[in-house]
């Protein structure tokens, strides 16, 4: 029995050409299902959005900055001014409002950086930055001993006397810090002027060691001293304690005891002198 002669033949290039291509199409097209289905499973971003913890989208000075989140959660939320000091607050029970414990200062720009997660587990990360208003009332402090650098006498206190009167007296006395280069304790006390101004005053528990070197530092830009009257500055002096004190009379001796001079002879002895 003869066989065909067609049994035997060659497949033609052809055939090569076509069955080569059957697995590429198979793993064209699982490799884009794949892609379909990651592109699935990512969510739309979280919208963050800034305003006031009163709901207004304006921002005034005294208010508390609030950073809200749409379709998603928060999970960081770092608010820093143009000083880099951070406004400090903390998140909803939910996770989808942050809102500062500080109140907002006047005329500033805030930065603000806020983490978030969607839904779906996918994370972000949004910049953002807002101005305050502008205040209306002013409220302004006049410091003493003494201008920057000055020498002071033993017993000097560390003064501030407000222009207008301060009703918000723990938020204006949390911004006041009083730095020594040596241990020196001491305590704020309010009180007021024969002018009837409230003034703080700083004194030292026992007289000042001379020598010492004394730095006020009175952070009170942006704070409300009471009725809306804000502060729109910063405050601060620098000066040194004396190494002599009050000039002593010595009337047995019939002279007056200066410290660091010793006995020196009196300039007027009373009758008989």
Not at 190 to 203: L, P
Request: proline share 6%; net charge positive; charged share 25%.
């Amino acid at each position: 029995m003869s066989q065909s002669p067609d049994r035997h033949r060659r497949p033609t290039r052809s055939l090569y050409v076509a069955l080569a291509l059957v697995p590429l199409i198979g793993v064209g097209t699982l490799a884009a299902c794949d892609a379909t289905k990651a592109s699935a499973s990512q969510g739309q971003p979280v919208k963050v959005g800034l305003g006031s913890a009163s709901g207004t989208a304006t921002v005034q000075a005294g208010d508390r900055l609030r950073v809200s989140a749409d379709g998603g959660v928060l999970t960081e939320v770092t608010v820093t001014d143009p000083r880099g000091r951070q406004l400090v607050g903390g998140l909803s029970g939910n996770g989808t409002e942050w809102t500062s414990r500080a109140k907002a200062e006047p005329d500033t720009k805030y930065s603000v950086l806020a983490r978030t997660k969607n839904p779906q587990g996918d994370t972000g990360e949004a910049k953002e930055s807002l101005t305050t208003g502008k205040v209306a009332k002013r409220n302004r402090a006049r410091l003493t001993p003494a201008p920057h650098g000055d020498v002071v006498g033993l017993t000097e206190p560390i003064t501030l006397v407000f222009a207008f009167p301060v009703t918000e007296r723990a938020a204006v006395e949390r911004r006041l810090k009083v730095i020594t280069d040596r241990p020196t304790e001491g305590s704020w006390d309010w009180s007021s002027t024969k002018g009837g101004k409230d003034e703080i005053a700083w004194r030292p528990k026992d007289a000042w060691a001379p020598g010492t070197k004394v730095t006020l530092r009175a952070e009170l830009n942006g704070v409300d001293s009471g009725g809306g009257r804000f502060f729109t500055k910063d405050y601060g002096l620098s000066f040194t304690i004396g190494r002599s004190g009050a000039v002593k009379a010595d009337l047995d001796a019939g002279a007056y005891t200066t410290p660091g001079l010793g006995l020196t002879p009196a300039l007027w002895q009373g009758p008989g002198g």
